[in-house]
């Protein structure tokens, strides 16, 4: 045991160089945000707009809740069979 020593380990200092990914500063309800040019309120988002986004992920989950009914289906009626719901 005293022959091996365990290295200590440095903490890894991270400095903030004002560089983002994205644009955080609408976070947390706050309805405007500051870019370098000027300052602007972002527009809020439209009824029409709202109802396209929502149709668009409506669409792109049926194929998958299909799917998920129809395995789910052909297991109950597998287990029906099985268990003798025709033996009457």
Known sequence: MSDKKK???????YYDDGRT???MSGING?????????????PR????DMFKTYIKTVKSMLVPMFITLGALTVVF???YLI???FSQ
């Open 30 to 42: 706050r309805k405007e945000f500051h870019t370098d040019d000027n300052n602007f309120v972002r």
């Open 7 to 13: 290295k200590k380990r440095t903490k890894t200092q």
């Open 77 to 79: 009626f597998l287990a």
């Open 83 to 85: 268990l003798g719901g």
């Open 45 to 48: 988002s439209t009824l029409k």
């Open 21 to 23: 990914i994205a644009d």
